[in-house]
């Protein structure tokens, strides 16, 4: 007769889950293999391991490595996990995982649930173009935008349209239109749509008061400046 487990043993081995997540985790934009890389996280955490790979991850599921590691990097990108550094008592840094911004948005009342989707596009739209997935200093490039200049989704976005339209697609000259939009002013995208229009007119009647014809774009180039 095969030996019964204690019961005791049985509830000292759970993973406390939060029951918010299993009944809103739809509302965060999250799907079934999201949570469960999520519930991953916090059974390695309980074994005090809270940096696991993402082989470490597969194993634990019907997953191979790549897609665990493609489903940190969305983790990242949707605000739901964060990469922090530790220091121990011997002075030495190591990373973790931290979750503590999925439990800011599962607890946070009055959360702008239109704004949380809005920002989690921009990291798909920045993909698209790139053509590639994002580095993880691009992905904090773009939360710094987000958080710290408290920027506007859709102001981020005309930016990368100016730097595909300008022909200079990188993170170093979006970030530059930004920061010339935000030193003139322009905080909406109506703004710099404006600004541009008013650049190339100018442009426009410079050119007719001169012979030499050039070629130049409707759209502003922020790096040069108007004069």
Request: no cysteine.
């Amino acid at each position: 007769m095969a030996k019964s487990i204690p019961i005791q043993h049985i509830f000292l081995n759970q993973v406390p889950i939060p029951a918010k997540l299993l009944s809103e985790y739809h509302t965060l934009g999250l799907n079934e293999q999201e949570v469960m890389v999520i519930i991953q996280l916090l059974h390695f955490s309980q074994l005090n391991n809270d940096f696991p790979t993402p082989n470490e991850i597969a194993n634990q599921m019907t997953i191979e490595e790549k897609e665990a590691a493609q489903i940190l990097r969305k983790l990242i990108q949707k605000n739901i996990l964060a990469i922090e550094q530790q220091e121990n008592e011997q002075h030495i840094l190591s990373e973790t995982y931290s979750l503590s911004p999925l439990f800011e948005k599962l607890y946070q009342p009055n959360n702008n649930d239109s704004q949380e989707s809005t920002d989690g596009s921009i990291f798909i739209l920045f993909e698209q173009e790139f053509g590639r997935p994002l580095s993880p200093f691009e992905i904090e490039m773009i939360n710094g935008w987000l958080d710290e200049d408290q920027i506007e989704a859709s102001l981020i976005k005309a930016g990368l349209r100016e730097s595909v339209l300008m022909g200079k697609l990188n993170f170093k000259y979006i970030d530059r239109i930004l920061r010339e939009w935000k030193k003139k002013g322009i905080h909406t995208v109506e703004q710099a749509r404006n600004a541009s229009k008013n650049f190339h007119h100018r442009q426009s009647s410079k050119q007719q008061s001169t012979t030499k014809k050039r070629d130049t774009s409707i759209y502003y180039n922020w790096l040069e400046g108007e004069d």
